[in-house]
T-cell receptor
Framework: EDKVVQSPLSLVVHEGDTVTLNCSYE??????LLWYKQEKKAPTFLFML????IEKKSGRLSSILDKKELFSILNITATQTGDSAVYLC?????????FGPGTRLSVLP | DAGITQSPRHKVTETGTPVTLRCHQT?????MYWYRQDPGHGLRLIHY???????DKGEVSDGYSVSRSKTEDFLLTLESATSSQTSVYFC????????????FGPGTRLLVL
């Protein structure tokens, strides 16, 4: 069964648009949720979330976690072509760590 | 960038041959991980290590073994490579496990013919 689901799987927008990427999970003994950005290389860390309702922010990117509804969102405002990448959500639960399939974001000029 | 290197970066091998991939870190982090990444499956954990000589299986460990004799090195071995093991392999490290961010190496692209 899929423990971490991301939506949409693919998204095409134009520069300047705002996007919201979703990550929902169904695990026991949740510990943390992480967002990564992956271009044509290794994933790079964006955010780690452990508490509900506390927004993490870095420039045009922000993320928040809802532990009651078991999901997180990643927002990107004023998108740029350099934001084109696959965005990965990962969840730590118990002693396990699982990634979602990723959302492929393409930002057109 | 975290000091993580992987070798080789690219490898082509034949079915049935043994293959060893190396992950080397200069961060002195306790935890090291091996993942494979395939289209449609995302990143999947193969094995991880929580200290020298301490390893455990991940989600897709069949056909793989690992060893960690030094803090800085984590080896992944395919005893007898199969075409289904064609993939991109990433090593990652974290300082103290699940509450810490994982930093990824550059990846090894493996093709098994």
């Amino acid at each position: 069964e899929d423990k971490v689901v991301q939506s949409p799987l693919s998204l095409v927008v134009h520069e300047g648009d705002t996007v919201t990427l979703n990550c929902s999970y169904e695990v026991t003994n949740f510990r943390s949720l992480l967002w990564y950005k992956q271009e044509k290389k290794a994933p790079t860390f964006l955010f780690m979330l452990t508490s509900s309702g506390i927004e993490k922010k870095s420039g045009r990117l922000s993320s928040i976690l809802d532990k009651k509804e078991l999901f997180s969102i990643l927002n990107i405002t004023a998108t740029q072509t350099g934001d084109s990448a696959v965005y990965l959500c990962a969840v730590f639960y118990g002693q396990n760590f699982v990634f979602g399939p990723g959302t492929r974001l393409s930002v057109l000029p | 960038d975290a000091g993580i290197t992987q070798s080789p970066r690219h490898k082509v091998t034949e079915t049935g041959t043994p293959v060893t991939l190396r992950c080397h870190q200069t961060e002195n982090h306790r935890y090291m991980y091996w993942y494979r990444q395939d289209p449609g499956h995302g990143l999947r954990l193969i094995h991880y290590s929580y200290g020298v000589k301490d390893t455990d299986k991940g989600e897709v460990s069949d056909g793989y073994s690992v060893s960690r004799s030094k803090t800085e090195d984590f080896l992944l071995t395919l005893e007898s490579a199969t075409s289904s093991q064609t993939s991109v392999y990433f090593c990652a490290i974290s300082e103290s496990g699940y509450q810490e961010t994982q930093y990824f190496g550059p990846g090894t692209r493996l093709l098994v013919l």
